[in-house]
């Protein structure tokens, strides 16, 4: 079995910043990309940032100059670095994983963690 397990979410002001990180852990053959997405209150599903093996970060064009994420293949993390938070974040946030488990290394599967709280307010 697979998990992906977030922490670092919390409660922040508006302009600080916040770390969330995101380990996955199982029986994992290969991890194509990692990322986050985030639901926020009332809304659908969105893409915050996004890293594929051998490629470069992709954002949302809501986080874009603000979020970083950076990944360690060897300890199959991801973290995201939130910088200048707003209101408008605030949302549960979402690992996210595209990978192949050791009973089929050709099938790639997409995996999510159980999300965690990110609250920015005054």
């Known amino acids: 079995q697979v998990q992906l397990v977030e922490s670092g979410g919390g409660l922040v002001q508006p302009g600080e910043s916040l770390r969330l990180s995101c380990v996955a852990s199982g029986s994992i053959w290969s991890i194509q990309g990692m990322g986050w997405y985030r639901q926020p209150p009332g809304k659908q599903r969105e893409l915050v940032a996004s890293?594929?093996?051998?490629?470069?970060?992709q954002y949302g064009k809501e986080v874009k100059g603000r979020f970083t994420v950076s990944r360690d293949i060897a300890k199959n993390t991801v973290s995201l670095q939130m910088d200048s938070l707003k209101p408008e974040d605030t949302a549960v946030y979402y690992c996210?994983?595209?990978?192949?488990?050791?009973?089929?290394?050709?099938?790639?599967?997409?995996?999510w963690g159980q999300g965690t709280q990110v609250t920015v307010a005054s």
């Open positions: 890293i594929a093996s051998g490629g470069s970060p």
């Open positions: 996210h994983a595209e990978l192949s488990t050791d009973d089929d290394p050709m099938y790639l599967r997409d995996f």
